[in-house]
């Protein structure tokens, strides 16, 4: 059983709808959860990251953990087609020497 | 800044020829990692260097070697590659190793072993 997983999707939505991106995991150990967003043929680009439990907002991203489910959460609202992209979750533990495991993404396209 | 960069874009190998992966920062960051991706598995790590002079084996590390060249730079090195290893690489970096820390990806490399 992998480490973290993620629903692979792939999703595809309206314009304008919430979108709700989820990871589970096993490891105690994680302490830093983050969400990286992939544009198709790019390097992965940091979303937002949260440290232990807790909600975090950023515009139209919502990032919730909880760690007594071991569950972490990415909330997009109002969707645009920029949106459209692939979502990894990722996740550290505090004496990983930064070493990240990463979720299998979930595809995400958001149409007009 | 460019930040980091990969060369090449695109490469295609024969089974059994060996090849090196290029990777270059310039900000400075201490950290470096190689990661792979393949459809449905997310991005694993093959190699990382906390720090200049020092290497570590990562969640997938056989078939592949790493150096540490200077702080700039870390290369990845198939020395016999097999089909297995068709796959895009990303190299990342990232300023501190410990706690959180926000790696940087460069755009990677599309290899296929034939």
């Known amino acids: 059983q992998k480490e973290v997983e993620q629903d692979p999707g792939p999703l595809s939505v309206p314009e304008g709808a919430i979108v709700s991106l989820n990871c589970t995991y096993s490891?105690?150990?994680?302490?830093?959860f983050m969400w990286y967003r992939q544009y198709s043929r790019k390097g992965p680009e940091l979303l937002m990251y949260?440290?232990?439990?807790g909600n975090k907002e950023d515009g139209r991203f919502t990032a919730q953990v909880d760690k007594s489910s071991k569950y972490i959460s990415l909330f997009i609202r109002d969707s645009q087609p920029s949106d459209s992209a692939t979502y990894l979750c990722?996740?550290?533990?505090?004496?990983?020497?930064?070493?990240?495991?990463f979720g299998q993404g979930t595809i995400l396209t958001v149409h007009p | 800044n460019a930040g980091v960069t990969q060369t090449p874009k695109f490469q295609v190998l024969k089974t059994g020829q060996s090849m090196t992966l290029q990777c270059a920062q310039d900000?400075?960051?201490?950290?470096m990692y190689w990661y792979r991706q393949d459809p449905g598995m997310g991005l694993r790590l093959i190699y990382y260097?906390?720090?200049?002079?020092?290497?570590d084996k990562g969640e997938v590390p056989n078939g592949y070697n790493v150096s540490r060249l200077n702080k700039r730079e870390f290369s990845l090195r198939l020395e016999s590659a097999a089909p297995s290893q068709t796959s895009v690489y990303f190299c990342?970096?990232?300023?501190?190793?410990?706690?959180?820390?926000?790696?940087?990806f460069g755009p990677g490399t599309r290899l296929t072993v034939l």
């Open positions: 990342a970096s990232s300023e501190v190793p410990f706690t959180y820390n926000e790696q940087f």
């Open positions: 490891n105690s150990a994680f302490q830093y």
């Open positions: 949260t440290y232990s439990s």
């Open positions: 990722a996740m550290s533990a505090t004496a990983s020497y930064g070493k990240l495991t």
């Open positions: 900000m400075n960051h201490n950290s």
């Open positions: 260097s906390a720090s200049e002079g020092t290497t």
